[in-house]
Nanobody, 123 residues
Framework: QVQLVESGGGLVQSGDSLRLSCAAS????????IGWFRQAPGKEREFVAH????????YYADSVKGRFTISRDNPKNTVYLQMNSLKPEDTAVYYC????????????????WGRGTQVTVSS
């Protein structure tokens, strides 16, 4: 079992940067791929980024490609989401989740979820 805790959210201005962290507990963290999702008020949870268990493969939503970077440090049981050039439309609660599936963009393939961290980008 994997427990996930997100941190690093906050209130920033358009164009600023933030780095989110997803800290995991459990000895099997390195067996899981990790995804970041976000959910804005009144909208469905959407895929943001994904990193394979060893960091060798990454995937991004088109809306964040070139601005966000996902990375992981397995000895520290942590995955990061570096977010640059933030826009008001990036405002959402950001969640990290763990999966052993190759289907990286669908929420129902992720077995474990954190509680989320709020990111608010003002214009």
């Amino acid at each position: 079992q994997v427990q996930l805790v997100e941190s690093g959210g906050g209130l920033v201005q358009s164009g600023d940067s933030l780095r989110l962290s997803c800290a995991a507990s459990g000895r099997t963290f390195s067996y899981y791929a990790i995804g970041w999702f976000r959910q804005a008020p009144g909208k469905e949870r959407e895929f943001v980024a994904h990193i394979s268990w060893n960091g060798g493969r990454t995937y991004y939503a088109d809306s964040v490609k070139g601005r966000f970077t996902i990375s992981r440090d397995n000895p520290k049981n942590t995955v990061y989401l570096q977010m640059n050039s933030l826009k008001p439309e990036d405002t959402a609660v950001y969640y990290c989740a763990a999966t052993q599936s190759d289907i990286y963009h669908a929420t129902n393939t992720y077995a474990y979820w954190g509680r989320g961290t709020q990111v608010t980008v003002s214009s």
